[in-house]
């Protein structure tokens, strides 16, 4: 009853989950780059546009000016929008100035008379004659769901608009984009989930076979996710690009608890034919084993809190959480549901007279897997050295191969390259140019100050001589635009100049008296030059507001979009190293406190550490770049890979313990756990395995991936440990013998003496 009253709390909960896909999941709200950006660039200067784009075969006409006039009143109407701007709105300006009317001329003919007299004024919003646009600025700081209100109105009102036929309107801009993104990832996350159910019930029918109701570990799982959907939302952990791929991770990976207790169930079952004990010995063996894997697993993940993305941090939490709901649904409700169903069996064999003898579960199949195990581990334990030397040889390669592996953080790479909002927002690039800027915020005593202006103006040309620099806009454009071409020498006169050009204008520049806004155009930087290009250009800015000193009493900040993503490239760089020998040295000191055996604590983390050396040759041989979720794939290696060397490092001393020899302990830990490792491993590559189907390169790539490095930590557990731990635990046993019998020696000696 109390897991059913569990279900309903989680349901609240997931009620209260949020999407996010803003720069606040790339960048800390708490550091100063984030804070220039959002308090003084974003709430001051920046405003969110959704752009219409009007294409046809010459939109110089008054026909399509009268429609987008109607289309900006509908608009200015809309609750959110601040501001609009538009080609029809300055051609009534200018005609009001020529004939006193502010209205749309009725000719082509007057139209295009106006627009070609001021190229300065439509050469933005006209291109050519065949496009025009025009933009809906919201406040920077506008929420989602107005954007999205925003969106649809504008969407509406396009339709009412009345624009005449064989003219194509397109609503697009970043916005839009964002809000079509954050819609498509959630909407697949459902297929996803499913298809990882799918695949989770074709691995245990083929792998788990030699238990009864194979299927049952998958109804646990579930219930796990759902106490971690419940715990999420409560939480307030948003879901972002990244975190929505947690939940077919933790399938696989929560599966894997149901597995193992339910393997060691069976297993006892056909040893004692005693439910009690069995259970008994299942939680007494089993629970404790799970646990610590757990808690090393934990460990992996704690080191993504680490980050400075703030998407991989909340990746880590969730994953951490949905462990350890998995683990409690699997040992309370997994272990208390196969007593149930075992009882019911025990049911229905009395009621037929049958005996007691065929009340057990049926008697294991000929274990194919456990037979080639065997057959591997005697192969690994012949040729140690050499397998051994091979894969810390590929693991210091793919160490030095990952330093080469590219960064992306271009969330338009992230999606699908066909959705439609992707392809109207390079439409409008492709019509308009490259919209990636550099914003400089200057703070001066006096806006009006001439020698400030000047500066600027200066500056601005300056930097317009670079590469990859297109224009440069402020208020010193225009105050020149206003004032025949040049700054005025006073301050009164730039007062003068200030009061004749519209506040939604010069609002856009200035902002109060103290605060002036110089904006950089790079164009398509970020696709030309790649983050790393703009990082450098970045620098080469800074470098010349050294040079070229501003007037006194001036403070200039770099801020923007392009600046910001560029912080992320070294998260992802020295941070994801910085992240992996966290995890390694948290699992490590984590294994000490557990087992206080510095044999135990060393024996699981080196195969692993060696897996995360040969995913930098996955990386490189499949040219991935890295991005905020291949970025955790180090922590994700050791903290999932751990449980399995950790589980056969239990069973191999539980089997020594018994009075095996070393040799003969891995050859029974090989064949009795091997086959529902392989499960285990199995549903973890097939839950990752799912996210290849996401539409979403950002997901499918990190599935693909991370599927090979979870058959490379199969790979490690069964080639790497055996021959590690029998070579170590040998040569322990040896310097143990040794030592004995030098004690026994002196005791010998002493006593002659």
Avoid at 278 to 299: D, E, F, Q
Wanted: glycine residues 8%.
């Amino acid at each position: 009853m109390v897991f059913f009253l569990l279900i309903l709390l989680s349901a609240q909960g997931a009620q209260k989950i949020t999407m996010k896909s803003g720069t606040d999941t790339f960048v800390s709200k708490d550091s100063l780059l984030y804070q220039d950006y959002d308090h003084l660039y974003q709430k001051l200067f920046q405003t969110q546009s959704i752009v219409v784009i009007v294409e046809g075969n010459d939109v110089r006409s008054a026909e399509v000016m009268q429609a987008i006039d109607r289309l900006e009143h509908q608009l200015n109407s809309t609750e959110g929008v601040e501001t609009t701007t538009s080609p029809a709105d300055y051609i009534k300006k200018v005609n009001y100035q020529m004939t006193g009317r502010s209205r749309i001329p009725d000719t082509d003919a007057e139209v295009k008379k106006i627009i070609d007299g001021y190229p300065s004024i439509f050469g933005q919003l006209i291109p050519d004659n065949t496009h025009t646009v025009v933009s809906v600025g919201m406040s920077g700081s506008v929420t989602d769901d107005k954007k999205k209100e925003v969106l649809k109105a504008a969407q509406d009102d396009v339709k009412l608009a009345n624009f005449p036929p064989g003219y194509n309107v397109i609503v697009t801009g970043d916005p839009a984009f964002m809000i079509a993104m954050n819609t498509q990832m959630t909407s697949s996350m459902g297929p996803l989930l499913g298809l990882a159910g799918l695949f989770m019930l074709i691995v245990l029918f083929i792998v788990f076979g030699h238990v009864r109701w194979r299927w049952l570990p998958l109804p646990i799982v579930f219930l796990g996710i759902i106490y971690t959907f419940g715990a999420m939302g409560f939480l307030g952990i948003p879901l972002s690009m990244v975190s929505m791929s947690a939940f077919p991770v933790l399938i696989g990976l929560g599966i894997d608890y149901a597995i193992q207790f339910h393997n060691r169930i069976e297993e006892e079952l056909r040893k004692e034919g005693n439910k009690s004990k069995a259970i008994i010995t299942t939680v007494k063996h089993t629970g404790p084993a799970v646990l610590i894997a757990l808690t090393m697993t934990g460990l992996g993940f704690v080191s993504l809190f680490t980050s400075t993305v703030p998407m991989i941090q909340d990746f880590g939490k969730l994953l951490t959480i949905g462990i350890i709901m998995c683990y409690l649904s699997a040992l309370f409700v997994g272990v208390i549901t196969v007593s149930l169903f075992d009882n019911i069996s025990e049911k229905r064999l009395r009621k037929k007279e049958t005996k007691v003898e065929n009340i057990s579960p049926k008697k294991p199949k000929p274990r194919l897997i456990g037979d080639l195990l065997r057959k591997l581990t005697d192969f690994t334990l012949k040729y140690n050295v050499i397998v051994i030397g091979i894969a810390t040889l590929l693991c210091i390669g793919g160490l030095y191969a990952d330093e080469s592996v590219g960064i992306q953080t271009d969330t338009q790479a992230f999606v699908p390259q066909d959705m439609p909002a992707l392809l109207n927002l390079y439409h409008l690039k492709d019509i308009m140019g490259g919209t990636d800027t550099l914003n400089l915020i200057i703070k001066v005593n006096d806006n009006a100050d001439p020698n400030i202006l000047k500066w600027v103006d200066e500056f601005s040309e300056h930097e317009t001589q670079r590469n990859h620099i297109d224009s440069a806009s402020s208020i010193v454009t225009l105050v020149k635009q206003y004032n025949g071409g040049t700054i005025p020498d006073s301050r009164s006169e730039i007062e003068a100049v200030y009061a004749q050009i519209p506040e939604s204008q010069k609002s856009q520049y200035i902002y109060g008296k103290n605060m002036i806004l110089l904006n950089l155009n790079i164009g398509n930087a970020q696709k030309e030059i790649g983050m790393t290009g703009i990082q450098d250009l970045i620098n080469n800015v800074k470098q010349d507001i050294q040079w070229m000193q501003a007037p006194p009493g001036t403070a200039i900040t770099i801020t923007g979009s392009s600046v910001v993503y560029t912080q992320v490239i070294d998260a992802l760089t020295s941070g994801r190293t910085k992240m992996t020998y966290i995890g390694l040295f948290l699992v490590l000191g984590g294994l000490l406190v557990v087992y206080r055996d510095w044999l135990k604590a060393l024996v699981p983390i080196i195969p692993m550490f060696m897996v995360t050396g040969w995913s930098g040759l996955v990386m490189t041989y499949l040219k991935i770049d890295y991005t905020p979720m291949t970025a955790t794939l180090g922590a994700l290696i050791l903290g999932i890979g751990c449980e399995y060397s950790i589980l056969m490092m239990e069973r191999y001393f539980e089997e020594k313990d018994n009075g095996a020899s070393p040799l003969d302990a891995i050859h029974k830990t090989a064949a009795s756990i091997g086959a529902a490792l392989i499960a285990s491993g199995a549903t973890v590559v097939f839950g990752f395995a799912a996210l290849i189907a996401s539409p979403f390169p950002i997901t499918s790539n990190f599935g693909m991936v991370t599927v090979i490095d979870i058959l490379l930590v199969l790979v490690a557990t069964f080639t790497v440990f055996p021959p590690l731990i029998i070579v170590l635990d040998s040569w322990r046993e040896k310097k143990r013998g040794t030592r004995v019998l030098d004690r026994k020696e002196n005791k010998i000696q002493g006593a002659d003496l």
